[in-house]
Each structure stands twice: as C-alpha cells, then as structure tokens.
C-alpha cells in the first residue's frame, strides 16, 4: 500500500524558513513526480512545486508564487522528497500536501493525475 506521510509544518514568523518533509512508502520512490501543493481556507488546492526523477537527474517546477524562495528537493535513499520554504509569507498559510503520480512536469500543476496524496502538514506564516 502506498503511503505518503508530511511532516515539518508548524507556526512561524514572516520572513522565516521552514522544511517540509514527505515520507514514500509502497512504490518505487524514483519512478514517480512527487508534487507538493497546498490549500487556504476557503480557497481551492493550489500547485505549489513539483519534481521528477530521470535518468539525467532531477527537473524541477514551480509556482509564480513561490518561485525563487521554495526549493524542491528529494533523497531517493530515504524515499523522502523535501520543500524548503524560505522568506515566507502570511500568504503562504496553509494546509500542504505532497503526492505522487504519473505526471509529466509540463502538466504538473493539475492534481488530477496524482494518484496517492499525503493527509496534510499545516503551515502558518504570522505577519
């Protein structure tokens, strides 16, 4: 059974950093597009960051919100891939899920095709 478990949220201040984590378990970690997305109250499950795995490496893709301060990274060995937030800001509360799937970079951004998702870490950014 495929598991994807988030940790890391928590209560920060503006312009702080925080990292969030995302364990994988039951499937093979690398053959899959590990997104990390994120939803407000009241408002819809928004793309936040995305990375897949190839045989060149690692390509990457973000969110115009989040571009230049939030860093997708993985560890293939501890089947966990990570979201550095950084320079955060009251706008970035929110709940946030990572999930895995099929998904071509390009299309990344529509949570669709993401088959297994995580129960969420709350992240809350105080001005």
């Known amino acids: 059974q495929v598991q994807l478990v988030e940790s890391g949220g928590g209560l920060v201040q503006a312009g702080s950093s925080l990292r969030l984590s995302c364990a994988s378990s039951?499937?093979?970690?690398?053959?899959?597009?590990l997104g990390w997305f994120r939803q407000a109250p009241g408002k819809e499950r928004e793309f936040v960051s995305a990375?897949?795995?190839?045989?060149?490496?690692?390509?990457?893709a973000y969110a115009d919100a989040v571009k230049g301060r939030f860093t997708i990274t993985r560890d293939n060995a501890k089947n966990t891939v990570y979201l550095q937030m950084k320079s955060q800001k009251p706008e970035d509360t929110a709940v946030y899920f990572c999930?895995?799937?099929?998904?071509?970079?390009?299309?990344?951004?529509?949570?669709?095709?993401?088959?297994?998702w995580g129960q969420g870490t709350q992240v809350t950014v105080s001005s």
């Open positions: 990375l897949r795995w190839t045989r060149w490496g690692s390509s990457t």
């Open positions: 999930a895995s799937g099929v998904v071509p970079l390009a299309t990344a951004e529509n949570p669709v095709p993401y088959d297994y």
């Open positions: 039951g499937r093979t970690f690398s053959a899959y597009t």
